[in-house]
């Protein structure tokens, strides 16, 4: 996945003409530029505030806390834009020319979506086509209902997200797990209301 743009293996993938050293030194560019944003935005907004919230734990002053949380939000925003655009733009692309990859569709308009649904299927195309494959579609064959295959689906994806943060800081707290099965009420509760409210426009 970090090698090569995609995690469904074929014989066979769309294959460029040649390779583009000005769109590969375009892409450096935009990564160092993205790691360099980051970085300031980090050193500048978020160690400060969290060195802070330090004090404000060991007084359980929570409304401090509360306001801390209030001020990262804009910073935090704004780099999970930035690393998003470095990685699944910038270092994707380089990979995928590198290699010659031809399919560069690694994200839709997920910036457009109406509800978390949407969201999870158009913002990560790779991870996404990789659980349509292997997960979704084979249990949709066995017989199995579209709603309970996508709880399975996040089911797995909970599972490997705990697996991949807990392992790699060498402590399990579930966090990741609980973060990711709580999209499922959360997707169900935005298609009941949207459900309800058009059945109210009607009248």
């Known amino acids: 996945f970090l090698a090569a743009p995609t995690l469904c293996f074929q014989l066979e993938y769309p294959r460029t003409e040649k390779i583009r050293k000005m769109f590969i030194l375009k892409r450096i560019g935009e990564l160092l530029l993205g790691g360099i944003f980051i970085t300031v935005v ?19 002053s929570f409304l401090n806390l509360i306001e801390t949380v209030i001020r990262l939000t804009i910073p935090s925003l704004y780099m999970w834009l930035v690393g998003f655009f470095c990685f699944f733009h910038c270092w994707f692309n380089l990979t995928a020319e590198l290699l010659r990859y031809g399919d560069r569709q690694f994200y839709l308009e997920w910036w457009n979506c109406r509800d978390l649904n949407e969201y999870w299927r158009l913002w990560n195309l790779p991870v996404h086509n990789w659980f349509i494959r292997h997960v979704y579609n084979p249990l949709l064959k066995r017989g199995i209902s579209k709603a309970f295959a996508m709880n399975i689906v996040f089911l797995v994806s909970a599972i490997l ?40 426009l009607l009248f």
Not at 174 to 195: C, E, H, N, S, Y
Request: hydrophobic share 50%; proline share 3%; no cysteine.
């Open 42 to 60: 980090a050193l500048q907004f978020h160690i400060p505030l969290m060195n802070s919230s330090l004090d404000y734990f060991q007084r359980r």
């Open 161 to 200: 997200h705990e697996y991949l943060i807990s392992f790699s800081i060498q402590y399990i707290s579930f966090w990741a797990f609980t973060a990711m099965m709580m999209q499922v009420p959360i997707m169900l509760g935005q298609r009941f209301a949207d459900k309800y409210v058009k059945i109210l």
